[in-house]
């Protein structure tokens, strides 16, 4: 069962700055304290950037974590479809 | 004896002379043989009809064994990127060396009169072929032009819908610059980073359709919450140390014990009280205990055992091995039994000695 915590970026400064979290809502996934790495098909595989489409998404994400994490996987596909993953800037400094 | 002669049907040397192609074993060779080959001509011979016409792969480069002329034949006709399939086979089979070479190896081998005329194709036929060949060719010409004009209409368009775009954001230049912590959806190009509110976006024509985006628009946007870049610390992505992993400096000296104090533990554990004891001393006269223990285990133990008198601290060289009960002596049992009766009755004597005196 996966367990979900919401955290405030302005009490956590120092996590915030280790996943480099510019956007909120941001959703970071671990397994057994490794953190998990998702191939959205956006720029970022550490974090997932804005909000689920639907609830389905959001499970069907954390069923492929959990299953690639047991089989010892550190990077897995998402299955959401492209066109429900928000979009963003990745810009650095406006450049 | 007939000299010898070599079977290329067979395989082998015989010496009966022009016998051996009437043997039933060469016939079944040569039925095996005709079968391997039959299904490439009939491949072929469809082919006369209406030729294909693909592109090159290194693939049309495969050959095939001609069994009448001994020789390999290029199966496909390629030129450039095109290759007619099983056009060189149909060349071939059309020759007329080809044909001169089937008459003498049926001759030869004594085949059956109708499987003949499946290898061989008439000079007509083959110019039936090259008459489709030459309209497969136009056809295929004509294909590639269409999906080349298709790709150039495509191109065009997306170019034109790109020029669109930026001439739509260049145009309202009355919004003004976005303050920190506003939302700013974009396209991941970065070709626009100048925030709108959420009903004057443009449209983005290149991707996904307006309406399949609307739920990120008109739901909740993200939030900027400012770059995290500290020169000098790492992140993530730099592959610094992750903040659960870093040693926190009081605990950096490696003496922190894990686990269970001994208190803790001894409350978990059933130990019985002399243990409790023991486990109250220190470590040498706990050592100090177990060896006066042992010694008085030995004590108990029968003094005439063997290797009782054996000195364990004594040191042994690599090939030492136990000696008793006269295990390494050679010769019969009786010997070693009478040994051992003469020294016990030494022994018992000695003993009636000591009990006298």
């Known amino acids: 069962m996966a367990t979900i915590y919401l955290v405030d970026v302005d009490q956590t400064p120092v996590y915030t700055h280790y996943f480099d979290i510019s956007y ?8 057994n304290g490794q953190h998990m790495k998702v191939d959205y098909g956006s720029p970022d595989h550490t974090k997932f950037v804005g909000s689920f489409k639907t609830k389905q998404d959001f499970i069907d994400l954390i069923e492929v974590i959990y299953r690639g994490a047991m089989r010892g996987k550190l990077i897995v596909q998402s299955p959401i479809d492209p066109k429900n993953i928000p979009k963003y800037d990745l810009l650095y400094q406006d450049i | 004896m007939a000299p010898p002669e070599r079977c290329s049907v067979c395989r082998q040397t015989f010496f009966c002379g022009r016998g051996h192609v009437y043997s039933r074993k060469h016939q079944r060779q040569l039925k095996v043989a005709l079968e391997r080959l039959l299904p490439q001509v009939e491949a072929a011979r469809k082919a006369l009809r209406a030729a294909q016409v693909e592109r090159y792969v290194p693939d049309h480069e495969r050959c095939c064994w001609c069994l009448c002329c001994g020789c390999e034949v290029r199966k496909h006709l390629s030129h450039g990127n095109l290759t007619v399939l099983h056009g060189g086979l149909l060349e071939h089979l059309a020759s007329p060396e080809h044909k001169k070479a089937t008459n003498r190896f049926w001759w030869e081998n004594k085949g059956e009169f109708q499987m003949k005329e499946k290898f061989l194709i008439s000079p007509q036929d083959y110019a039936r072929f ?33 020029q669109e775009m930026v001439r739509s954001v260049l145009e309202p230049q009355t919004v003004p610059d976005p303050e920190e912590g506003s939302s700013a959806p974009g396209s991941w190009k970065g070709t626009n980073s100048q925030v709108a509110s959420t009903s004057q976006q443009p449209s983005y024509v290149d991707l996904p359709p307006a309406p399949e985006l609307d739920w990120m628009e008109t739901g909740q946007p993200l939030t900027f919450i400012g770059h995290q870049d500290t020169p000098g610390i790492g992140n993530i992505h730099s592959g610094a140390t992750p903040p659960w992993m870093v040693q926190d ?109």
């Open chain 1, 24 to 31: 909120i809502p941001s959703t970071v996934f671990f397994f």
């Open chain 2, 249 to 357: 400096e009081d605990c950096s000296s490696g003496n922190q014990q894990i686990g269970p104090s001994y208190e803790e533990f001894l409350k978990e554990s059933k130990l019985t009280n002399s243990e409790m004891v023991m486990g109250s001393l220190s470590l040498p006269t706990q050592i100090k205990l177990l060896i006066v223990e042992e010694k008085q285990k030995l004590k108990k133990l029968p003094p005439d055992r063997v290797g009782a008198n054996f000195d364990h601290n004594s040191s042994t060289s690599a090939g030492w091995l136990p000696s008793f009960g006269r295990v390494w002596n050679n010769g019969r049992r009786w010997q070693s039994r009478h040994q051992f009766k003469t020294e016990a009755a030494a022994r018992n004597k000695q003993q009636l000695h000591k009990k006298k005196s």
């Open chain 2, 130 to 162: 090259k008459k489709s060949m030459v309209k497969s060719l136009d056809s295929y010409e004509e294909k590639e032009d269409e999906v080349i004009k298709e790709m150039a209409a495509q191109i065009r368009e997306v170019e034109h819908s790109r």
